[in-house]
């Protein structure tokens, strides 16, 4: 297995309630020239975590930080007018909770980041380090 130090929070940068699934994001990473999907776990309008990249093979998600880290995304991020906007369900703010948890509690000492933290863009649409602070 990779070591694993950081996980890394994205939204797919689509309208609220707009449902997605891990063959759209495949499909527009591919046409992006990635190998597909390059995030490893996508959460669901509905808290659904489908799985994407596996986890032992290094996402496409964060500039400089995918070797050591693992991608997590939620279906939204945008308001109806395309602006950037936490439009997390409840049902997917449980799951993210849950998922996050699971990898921290597998890469100990992994910390979390939005991808905002390393990039000059508005993903996750939420401060995802100081949600997450603080979990162990
Ligand atoms: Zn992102």
């Not at 990779?2 to 309630?17: F, L, N, Q, S, W």
């Not at 499909?27 to 489908?50: C, P, S």
């Amino acid at each position: 297995m990779r070591k694993i130090t950081e996980i890394i929070v994205h939204c797919t940068a689509t309208p609220e309630g707009r449902w997605h699934t891990v063959a759209d994001v495949d499909h527009w990473h591919r046409q992006r020239g990635f190998f597909g999907i390059g995030y490893h776990f996508l959460v669901l309008l509905d808290g659904t975590i489908a799985t994407g990249r596996p986890l032992w093979r290094v996402g496409a998600h964060c500039t400089g930080h995918n070797t050591h880290s693992v991608g997590i995304c939620y279906v939204g991020g945008l308001d109806a007018q395309g602006k950037p906007k936490d439009t997390r369900t409840p049902e997917q703010r449980k799951a993210m909770l849950q998922l996050i948890q699971l990898l921290k509690s597998v890469f100990v000492g992994a910390t979390v980041y939005g991808h905002r933290d390393f990039a000059a863009k508005a993903c996750p649409c939420f401060d995802a380090r100081k949600e997450y602070e603080g979990m162990e």
